[in-house]
């Protein structure tokens, strides 16, 4: 396994989040940072650092409040706003999608002036592939949770066109990781592959996508790590203990305590938090992650092996891979119908305990609605929260109303 490592917070160079988001969501700043100013060689390994470190910011609250969405979690909270999310109906003028859109906008941006910049050997170059590979990622998580998207203040783009643009950069990614061929451009490398792999299958690139897949080589795994900094918890630190242990509001839903491995959780009495939202109920606290120094697994053969086994639509092959995770969870060989449907089912259901809370479950929904739909919240049902109406039918999140307020060109 590999565990992607950055550089001590006081090195990173910390882009403004107005200044230099692809969204622009905010107009003419002084702080911005003029790639025609920027020293090339003194400047690469902390712009590449940088654009790292926003995408792992960033990627934590993409990954809460996707689990809030299609139901891997409750909100235990008091906001309106937030508990929008639970309820699949998500305001364009909603303040935390704004602060999501901004912040991944950001980890795509800051690569974007890297990548602008003219450095020495461009075709083998470590922070070139960095770079490339953590834009194509932001560009993915933009794509499979907001309807729509935009980059450098262009106009609206939609879902393929970003997974299109997405694409790209991995591939840029892939190929400069590969040539570097050391430790860290080999991992990176293997990261857009996977990355690429997603992008393709989500856009129904079956081909593409299991041609990817299969090309991971087994046993990789990639983690983003954290630090458990006060002074920086906020940019540093796992998103999903804060919102466990500070904000406590991610608690574990009824159907999802179970004795499975891979959803592990504490119930009231066995841990010392309080939700913030008392009325909300009994607090149940998810145990994947359980510091603020937690890493978050970002790609990994395993979800390579998923996307083979659907993009491949071989019956055979899916089932023997729901049946390796079963067995490696402690669950008997699968009894379910033979049926294509009933197995990719079950293949789906398999997959939502392998990544719970690791952001792939909105996506999966969004390609596979009826396969991949097990305790999503369905549309008109009523919201567990009692008195705060029903469960929506969206399916992503629309624009921020700012993003196309401040937009020139929408």
Request: glycine fraction near 6%; hydrophobic fraction near 40%; aromatic fraction near 8%.
């Amino acid at each position: 396994m590999t565990t992607i490592r950055r550089a001590v917070t006081r090195t990173l160079l910390l882009l403004s989040t107005a200044a230099c988001s692809d969204g622009f969501l905010e107009v003419k700043n002084p702080n911005v940072i003029d790639a025609s100013e920027v020293d090339p060689a003194a400047s690469a390994a902390s712009l590449s650092a940088s654009v790292q470190q926003n995408f792992a910011t960033a990627v934590g609250t993409f990954i809460q409040f996707s689990s809030h969405f299609t139901g891997e979690t409750y909100i235990m909270e008091t906001s309106g706003a937030q508990n929008e999310f639970g309820r699949r109906e998500v305001s364009e003028l909603n303040g935390q999608s704004t602060t999501m859109w901004r912040e991944m906008s950001l980890a795509a941006a800051s690569a974007k002036l890297l990548l602008d910049l003219t450095l020495p050997n461009p075709t083998t170059n470590i922070h070139i592939a960095r770079a490339a590979t953590y834009r194509g990622y932001a560009m993915v998580w933009l794509a499979t949770d907001f309807c729509t998207g935009a980059l450098s203040s262009g106009p609206e783009l939609t879902n393929a066109q970003m997974l299109d643009s997405a694409i790209v950069w991995l591939s840029l990614g892939i190929t400069v990781g590969t040539a570097n061929n050391t430790a860290d451009g080999i991992a990176l490398s293997r990261m857009a592959m996977v990355g690429r792999a997603r992008a393709k299958l989500q856009k129904g690139d079956k081909a593409g996508a299991l041609a990817d897949a299969t090309a991971v080589p087994a046993g990789f795994s990639q983690n983003l790590t954290y630090q458990d900094d006060l002074a920086n918890r906020v940019r540093l630190s796992n998103a999903l203990w804060r919102g466990t242990v500070d904000r406590s509001v991610i608690s574990v839903p009824s159907y999802y305590q179970i004795t499975d491995p891979r959803v592990k959780w504490l119930p009231p009495g066995q841990h010392p938090y309080n939700a913030w939202d008392a009325a909300a109920g009994a607090y149940f606290i998810q145990q994947k992650y359980t510091g603020y120094a937690s890493p978050i697994r970002i790609a990994s053969k395993l979800e390579a092996e998923y996307i083979a086994a659907e993009a491949s639509g071989d019956i055979a092959v899916q089932t023997a891979l729901i049946n390796r995770q079963r067995a490696a969870a402690r669950q008997p060989v699968y009894s379910g119908g033979t049926d294509a449907a009933s197995v990719l089912t079950e293949l789906f259901d398999q997959k939502r305990l392998d990544f719970w809370l690791e952001g792939k479950r909105l996506a999966d929904y969004r390609r596979q609605p009826v396969a991949a739909a097990r305790y999503v919240p369905v549309a008109g049902s009523a919201y567990w929260r009692p008195n705060l109406g029903n469960i929506g039918a969206q399916t992503c999140y629309p624009l921020p109303f700012q993003e196309r307020d401040n937009n020139p060109n929408m």
